[in-house]
């Protein structure tokens, strides 16, 4: 039986997450959530599942059908998924979007969650980023990345700026976020208004998909602009690990932080989710940062 020593170890007792998405074929998420099984002694395996839009509410009753424990949620599936759960957490309704399902093994339920707000959060605490009442955030973007973000440093009591090639859509979000929390102070401005409103500013965020690979030599900040030297930058984007948006900020003398951190907190949250146990943390990192290499 020699054969089966190449073949990982699955067998009736094997528990089943994944990934939907439409494409999967790139997503560092099954690496990272098979390693920390691995690591962890767990018998559960993580799946890519390349589901089309029009097919999306079929794969969510198979799943529950299969009896999988849960699905990461990707792009394009992220809001349309709201609508197909049997419950939602809060963190759902501010971002507006699943990234992270459940499915209750007894009944089949779907209960949907966002863990892109928390793992944002966790990955600014890991760096000793502050955020509280009198922090100045300029966010590049305004897209879901910029929502979850954004509402993260609402809650926090920040003062943030959404700067946005789409200006009309910024100002949505500021609306909504307006509504959503007491805290905060919000407001929105053009790209040419960079150098105003960069006066004391402690953090910007890219929340924006500019520069993300293959497109590297792109950045959505404006080379001619300087960047506030109060600040530190922060790239949501993790591939390339180090961005032209980055490099500009080293270049300038700021710390720049990558969006690695980000995705293995919010990996680590769904691992979390699913098996109820402490996720591999670092060992999920190091599987991110392998795969990306430089
Ligand atoms: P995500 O969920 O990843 O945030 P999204 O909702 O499509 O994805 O948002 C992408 C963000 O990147 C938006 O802020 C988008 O700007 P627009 O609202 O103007 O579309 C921004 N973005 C994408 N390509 C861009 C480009 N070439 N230049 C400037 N901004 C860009």
Redesign the pocket.
């Known amino acids: 039986m020699d054969f089966l020593k190449n073949v990982g170890y699955i067998d009736g007792q094997t528990q089943l997450v994944g990934i939907i998405g439409s494409p999967v074929a790139h997503s560092l998420s099954p690496e990272m959530h098979n390693a920390a099984f691995a690591h962890m002694g767990l018998n559960w395996r993580y799946v890519p599942l390349l589901v089309r839009p029009d097919q999306l509410a079929a794969a969510l009753k198979g799943l529950a059908a299969l009896n999988f424990r849960g699905v990461n949620v990707t792009?394009p599936h992220?809001v349309a998924a709201i609508q197909l759960m049997d419950s939602v957490t809060e963190a759902v309704m501010v971002a507006g979007a699943v990234n992270t399902i459940r499915i209750d093994g007894g009944s089949g339920r779907l209960e949907g969650m966002n863990t892109d707000m928390t793992g944002f959060l966790a990955d600014l605490a890991s760096h000793k980023i502050r955020i509280n009442e009198g922090t100045r955030v300029i966010v590049l973007?305004?897209?879901?990345?910029?929502r979850a973000i954004g509402a993260g440093l609402t809650r926090s009591g920040a003062n943030v700026i959404f700067v946005?090639?789409?200006p009309e859509?910024a100002a949505q979000l500021v609306e909504f976020l307006k509504a959503s929390w007491s805290t905060g102070t919000l407001g929105m401005a053009h790209i040419a208004d960079l150098p105003a409103i960069s006066e004391g500013i402690n953090l910007i965020v890219n929340?924006?998909?500019?520069g993300v690979w293959p497109n590297v030599d792109?950045t959505?900040w404006p080379e001619n602009i300087p960047m506030p030297k109060s600040a530190i930058v922060y790239d949501t984007i993790y591939r390339p690990r180090h961005t032209l948006f980055m490099k500009q900020a080293e270049k300038a003398g700021l710390m720049a932080v990558g969006g690695i951190g980000m995705l293995t907190y919010q990996g680590a949250a769904a691992f979390e989710m699913w098996t109820r146990q402490k996720p591999p943390l670092e060992m999920m990192r190091m599987v991110c940062e392998q795969r990306l290499g430089d």
């Open positions: 792009v992220k973007g305004a897209g879901g990345a910029a946005n090639r789409t859509r929340a924006t998909s500019v792109e959505p």
